[in-house]
C-alpha cells in the first residue's frame, strides 16, 4: 500500500503506457497524412473538442469523486475498527478481573480480536483469510474457523460464545456482557459494511459511456491541433491524452478499495497498528501452545 512513499512514475505511467503508445501512433499518422496530402479538409475548428473535453471532464470529476467516496468510507471504517478493537480489549481487560483462572481467558479473547483483524483485511482481498493465524489461535480455535465460509464470522462467534461463557462463570455480570455484545456488534457491523462496499460494483454502463466519450475526444483531438501546432501536435495530444487517460485509472483503482492494490485501503497496515496496541494492553503475556491449560471450551 503506497500512502507516504513517492509513487515511482514508472508505476504511474506504466498503467497507461500501451494506450499513450497508441495515441502517440494514431496522431503520428495523422501528421504524415496532413502534412504530404496537404489535406485541410481534414481539420476542425478547435471549439469541437474544447466543449467535449469540458464536458468529459466534469464526467470525469463527478467520478473521481463517488470513487473517493467509496475508498474513504472504507477508511472511515476501518477507523472505527481500530477503535472497536481497542474498546472491545480495554473491556475485556477491565471488566474480568486479572485471576489466575482467568488471565489465559483474557489474552485468548484480545489475541483473537487482532487475528479477527487480520483475517477480515485477506478475506476483503479475496486472499486465504486463515492464513498467518496459526501464531494468534488455538489449534481448537483453527479447527472452528476451518468449517465456517467466513472467517471473521466464526471468530465473532468464538467472542460470542466465550463471553456467554465467562457470563455464567460470574466473571461477568449482565450489564458487563450486554456492553461487550455491544461492541461486537458494531465489529460486525463494521464488517458487513466493508462487504457491502466489496461486492457493490461500479456501475459498469456509467464507466463505459465515459471511456467511449474520452476515446472519441482524444480521437477528434489531432484534427483541431494540426493545423497551428503541426508536428506538435503529437506530444501536445499525448501529454492531454495522458492526463485524461490517468484520471481515469485514478477513479478506477479508487472505486475498489479492496483489491489489494497499491492505493487500496491499508487493512494490513491498520491490523499492524492494533496487533501493537492491544499487545501493550496486553503487556505482550504469552499464552501457553499446550491446550491442557485451558479450563474451558471455545465450542
Request: with cysteine; glycine share 2%.
Amino acid at each position: 500500500m503506497l500512502l507516504k512513499e513517492n509513487i515511482p512514475l514508472k508505476y504511474v505511467f506504466g498503467k497507461i503506457k500501451y494506450e499513450v503508445l497508441l495515441v502517440a501512433v494514431y496522431t503520428l499518422f495523422i501528421v504524415l497524412l496532413h502534412s504530404q496530402f496537404k489535406l485541410t479538409n481534414m481539420e476542425i475548428p478547435l471549439a469541437v473538442p474544447m466543449i467535449m473535453g469540458t464536458v468529459i471532464s466534469l464526467l470525469l470529476a463527478f467520478r473521481s469523486n463517488q470513487a473517493y467516496d467509496r475508498w474513504w468510507e472504507a477508511r472511515t471504517i476501518w477507523g472505527a475498527i481500530v477503535n472497536d478493537s481497542r474498546s472491545l480489549s480495554r473491556q475485556i481487560l477491565s471488566f474480568i478481573d486479572d485471576r489466575e483462572d482467568t488471565v489465559l481467558f483474557r489474552e485468548k479473547l484480545v489475541r483473537r480480536q487482532i487475528a479477527w483483524c487480520y483475517a477480515l483485511s485477506q478475506s476483503l482481498r479475496g486472499l486465504d483469510a486463515k492464513e498467518g493465524l496459526e501464531r494468534l489461535l488455538s489449534k481448537r480455535e483453527m479447527a472452528f474457523i476451518s468449517k465456517y465460509t467466513s472467517v471473521p464470522m466464526a471468530l465473532l462467534e468464538l467472542h460470542a460464545r466465550d463471553l456467554n461463557y465467562a457470563l455464567k462463570q460470574e466473571w461477568l455480570n449482565e450489564y458487563q456482557q450486554v456492553e461487550l455484545d455491544r461492541t461486537l456488534s458494531r465489529l460486525c457491523d463494521a464488517m458487513g459494511k466493508c462487504e457491502r462496499i466489496k461486492n457493490t460494483v461500479f456501475p459498469a454502463t456509467y464507466s463505459l459511456y465515459i471511456h467511449f466519450s474520452m476515446n472519441f475526444f482524444i480521437l477528434l483531438l489531432p484534427f483541431a491541433l494540426i493545423q497551428n501546432f503541426g508536428v506538435l501536435a503529437i506530444p501536445m495530444v499525448v501529454a492531454i491524452s495522458a492526463s485524461f487517460l490517468l484520471i481515469e485509472k485514478m477513479a478506477i483503482h479508487l472505486q475498489d478499495p479492496f483489491d489489494n492494490k497499491p492505493t487500496d485501503t491499508p487493512m494490513t497496515a491498520i491490523s499492524r497498528n492494533i496487533e501493537r496496541d492491544l499487545k501493550q494492553m496486553l503487556n505482550d503475556h504469552q499464552i501457553p501452545e499446550s491446550e491442557a491449560v485451558y479450563k474451558y471450551y471455545v465450542m
